[in-house]
């Protein structure tokens, strides 16, 4: 083999100089590369055939998630084509000094010997290509660099390609060589960096799925969360909880999507087990097509109509007729049952209705279970700041920490850093603000918590100044970002445009962030009412309505508008009579708008026990203290 | 790529039922491309929707009470559904929608288990059905609903999408060109429309019928390759190749006609045989079916002059071709 660049005259071997009647100059490198892309097309389509039955066990193990299978067809393909390529180059370089593709650009591959090619040099000349392949076809550019443009397939086995056309080039100039070489070197570099980087990757990602691969294999449903968490789930009375309601525990809980639950349901109605919870899950799992969701919670009674199944599908049913007495009367009935999935949903009603200390007694009443750690120290965190017991709420969030899973410590991080910004700027540096720039790293994953706890933190640490928030805002790529950016810069009457045009297609967390920004800046009364006037146009049966209520009452009450304010009050008393929050408020305002009978009346719905928040409770007190005198003297 | 040239575009004086065929096609798509878009949205809501899902389900209890009458692979699917894998109740979904036994019996059948998605699914069955059978290619198409005479030709002229017609009219246009000359026009119509049908004929012979139709002129176009291959075997013939989009490697060349025949035959059957059939896509067997015939009607039209002259109104210009 001669590696060097050889020298004609003094390896005596075949002259290249130019010959009159035979004129051969060395190859041109694009001549090359379309020969080779000929020739590829041509082998694809022998090899297509060939490996057909492969193609067709590929496809066939592919739809049936076999993963290993897939793996070895995929081989097997490869295989056939690898071994098609080499036949036909190893024959046709022996046979006729070229291939097809090399025939059509007017190529040969001779010796650099006075002879044919060997069958030995034909195939090594192959077989090194491949290797070529292989290093991510660098070698190849040596045909910008060797003397003779000869790679290093061809310089190992002694073979050299040449040009009969009319296309003439040279050996590569100096410029030619130093370019290419300049070129390769970070590039192998860069090369060997990403495949240190990616050997790495894929070994790990091999490590952590050879187990999940081997579940594959041995045809496991999809759900897997449900079996893991089957097997500890807390059993209650000695009974161990079936995988249905393992399930439904899980979905209430957000912790398994609505595939995994109708995956349960399926084999429950396959196996002819739990029928009426499998009609439940699949009505909660259908919840986007109505049709569908109705159909299933009327089965559910109709499967059996005396059980806690059917109750909780009628409970279903009040919520979606907004019916919130009946609702909470079969709530108090069915929760006794101890299911924990009626126990979840019912903690989410009582928070949605702002009833906190009956979710926090059903959330009490809750057996650990290690599965729905997450979703219950996430909860506990919320209600016991809702109630006012913002201390035991950071305790326990901070105690739960080590367990929480990284998503779950930072929605909740977000929540409590929100809630803090919201009272006061002071806490932007607190510890569950401290990681807020840790967020935006992945702007698709960003909540509306986190991005509104950005936005005021942002406007605590520019101390208010709304250009340099907007300036801030400008590097976030998300629509949220954007949308603020331009309510912000904006200014105020465009930010109400925004809430009467978008109030629909918003989520509401960003329409009542943008009113409670409204009603801070509005310094006209016009502004305010119009706002007010808007709100009572909108949805009232969500969380967020009764927050931007809660911002008017705030605004009312500043600027000493006593009426209004109470007015508001009624408003939101109409929708939730069991609010403490609602009532304390129309007690303290109708006292200080000196309408004490009615004061006394909202005092005397009192039945529930005094925890309240946003209400001055030394204020409330002493106002509780003059009505008692005064009411129970008469 | 190489792509055939031959003769390229010549007057409709001197190629008439090639231009005719081309407007032909063409006209047939534009008139129903209506009905196709508004066809195609119906059908897409029920493959958004749960009832694909749910005929899934409910296609692997069928199967599971049928084993005998399904292969291998619905079985393992229907194994896999019934335990629970809803991906794969989609995809047994929609072989669902192409058995021919589940659409007959399913109705009727008694299933069990999820009374609520049985209703559900019969229900939406009904509508899924209706709504196959407003849409054109299903009703023009030769399917096992449709197969009288007149689907036999028909289905030569739907197409399933702009690109499918595009594809197969330029091929008319640059091939048929060639035939025509040859055949003569008569003649060359009379075997276009045979070619398809024989198309047609080998299609159900090794798939068989099934509901989703098959529509398209390349089973026709395949048999204008064959015979042209056979007539013109020796002759090279202009192609248009493209290697690299920079000079000189894409332009025009002169090869052997057998090399468009071979890379057709051996792609056709790479397909035939590395391809599902029961997920549907391209009928390759529908081309292999219409190479068979032109190379049968070549050889016919080489070795018998007075047959073929006897058959077909033969052209003299086919003198000037050879």
């Known amino acids: 083999m001669v590696l060097a660049n050889f020298d004609e005259e003094k390896y005596e071997i075949r002259n290249y100089a130019q010959d009159k009647k035979n004129p051969r100059h060395l190859a041109y490198p694009l001549d090359r590369l379309a020969a080779q892309i000929v020739d590829f097309a041509i082998i694809l389509m022998f090899s297509g055939l060939l490996s057909a039955p492969f193609q067709k066990n590929f496809e066939l193990a592919k739809i049936l998630d076999q993963v290993w299978e897939a793996v070895f067809w995929f081989a097997a393909i490869i295989l056939v084509f690898f071994i098609c390529h080499i036949f036909y180059h190893t024959i046709c370089i022996r046979v006729w000094e070229q291939t097809l593709g090399k025939k059509l650009f007017s190529l040969k591959v001779v010796s650099i010997w006075k002879r044919k090619i060997s069958w030995k040099n034909s195939f090594m000349r192959v077989l090194i290509w491949w290797f070529e392949v292989l290093c991510l076809g660098i070698p190849f550019l040596a045909v910008f660099t060797n003397l003779k443009r ?24 100096l410029n030619e060589k130093s370019f290419v070489k300049g070129l390769m070197i970070p590039f192998y570099l ?50 161990k909880a079936t995988r249905l309601e393992v399930a439904m525990g899980l979905y209430s809980a957000e912790l398994v999507d609505k595939d995994c639950l ?103 009443d809750l057996q650990n279970n290690e599965y729905l750690s997450n979703f219950l120290a996430s909860i506990r965190t919320q209600l016991l700041w809702s109630l006012g017991r913002e201390e035991e ?22 929540w409590l850093c929100l809630k803090q910004l919201n009272r006061s700027c002071e806490s932007a540096k607190s510890d569950f603000c401290s990681d807020i720039s840790e967020w935006n790293k992945h702007p698709k994953q960003v909540s509306l918590e986190e991005y509104f706890a950005q936005l005021r933190y942002f406007e605590c640490n520019s101390q208010g100044n709304l250009k340099t928030v907007a300036q801030l805002l400008r590097g976030q790529k998300n629509e949220l970002g954007e949308r603020a950016f331009h309510s912000i810069v904006r200014g105020e009457s465009s930010m109400q445009d925004l809430v009467n045009k978008s109030y629909k297609f918003v989520p509401s967390l960003f329409t009542s962030e943008l009113v409670r920004r409204l009603v801070e800046t509005s310094n006209t009364n016009e502004n305010i009412k119009s706002l007010e006037k808007f709100w009572r146009k909108t949805n009232p049966y969500t969380k967020e309505w009764e927050d931007i209520g809660y911002f008017f009452v705030d605004k009312y009450k500043k600027d000493r508008k006593f009426n209004d304010a109470i007015a508001v009050l009624n408003s939101m008393y109409q929708i939730t009579p069991n609010s403490n929050m609602i009532r304390k408020n129309l007690i303290v305002l109708n006292y200080l708008e000196g309408n004490k009978k009615r004061a006394w009346d909202f005092f005397n719905k009192d039945e529930r026990s005094p925890a309240s928040v946003k209400v001055d409770s030394a204020n409330y007190n002493n106002i509780i203290f003059q009505l008692k005198k005064e009411f129970l003297k008469k | 790529m190489i792509f055939p040239w031959f003769q390229g575009i010549k007057s409709i004086m001197k190629t008439p039922v090639v231009w005719i065929l081309l407007l032909l096609n063409i006209s047939v798509y534009v008139n129903f491309y209506y009905d196709q878009s508004l066809g195609n949205q119906e059908l897409e809501k029920f493959y958004e929707s749960e009832f694909l899902v749910i005929q899934g389900n409910l296609f692997a209890e069928f199967i599971d009470q049928n084993l005998g009458s399904y292969d ?9 559904v019934l335990s629970g894998d809803r991906k794969k109740a989609s995809i047994l979904g929609q072989l669902a929608v192409r058995d021919n036994f589940f659409r007959k019996e399913g109705p009727s059948f008694p299933f069990t288990g999820d009374e609520v998605a049985i209703d559900y699914w019969k229900k939406n069955f009904r509508k899924f059905i209706d709504a196959q059978n407003i849409h054109p290619n299903y009703k023009w198409g030769f399917s096992s609903r449709n197969n009288d005479y007149i689907h036999w030709i028909s289905y030569q002229f739907m197409h399933s999408d702009i690109f499918h017609l595009f594809v197969n009219m330029v091929y008319l246009m640059f ?29 159900l012979m090794l798939v068989g019928l099934n509901p989703v139709p098959l529509v398209g002129a390349s089973g026709s176009i395949s048999g204008l390759l064959g015979i042209v291959t056979v007539v013109l075997w020796k002759q090279r013939q202009k192609f248009f190749y493209f290697v690299l989009p920079i000079q000189p490697y894409f332009g025009w060349i002169y090869l052997p006609i057998w090399v468009i025949f071979i890379s057709s035959i051996l792609s056709d059957l790479a397909g035939y045989f590395g391809k599902l ?29 007075t047959l073929s002259k006897g058959i077909f109104n033969h052209n003299n210009r086919v003198h000037e071709l050879q």
Request: glycine share 4%; aromatic share 14%.
């Open chain 2, 277 to 305: 059939s029961v997920l549907g896509g391209v009928a390759y067997t529908a081309h292999i079916g219409g190479l068979m015939f032109g190379l049968f009607f070549g050889f016919l039209f080489r070795w018998s002059k």
């Open chain 1, 393 to 414: 709420a950071l305790v326990s969030f901070n105690s739960s920490i080590p367990s929480l899973s990284k998503t779950y410590k930072r929605k909740t991080h977000a």
């Open chain 2, 175 to 203: 091939v048929g060109t060639t035939v025509e000359l040859i055949l003569g026009s008569m003649s060359f119509l009379l075997f276009y429309l045979s070619a398809g049908a024989a198309a047609a004929l080998f299609y």
């Open chain 1, 190 to 239: 860069g090369a060997l960096l990403i495949f240190s980087i990616n050997i790495s990757t894929i070994v790990n990602f091999w490590l952590e799925n050879r187990e999940k691969l081997n579940d594959y294999q041995a045809n496991i449903p999809r759900c897997e969360e449900v079996i893991e968490a089957t097997a500890d789930w807390p059993k209650y009375n000695g009974v």
């Open chain 1, 262 to 364: 109708l995956s349960e349901a399926q084999s429950a109605f396959y196996y002819k087990r739990e029928q009426t919870l499998a009609y439940l899950a699949s009505a909660f799992a259908h919840e986007n097509n109505s049709e569908l969701s109705n159909e299933y919670l009327m089965k559910v009674c109709k499967s059996k109509e005396n059980s806690n199944e059917c109750l909780f599908a009628r409970i279903v049913n009040f919520w979606a007729e907004k019916d919130w007495v009946k609702a909470e009367e079969a709530l108090s009935k069915v929760i006794m049952n101890d299911k924990t999935y009626i126990k979840n949903w019912a903690i989410k009603h009582y928070m949605s209705r702002r009833q906190h200390e009956k979710a926090y007694e059903i959330l009490s």
């Open chain 1, 150 to 173: 000869r790679p290093f397939h061809e310089r190992m086995s002694d073979t050299i390609c040449f040009s009969y056309s009319h296309r003439i080039v040279g050996p590569p100039s």
């Open chain 2, 72 to 80: 291998d692979l619905y079985q393992k699917l229907s194994t896999k």
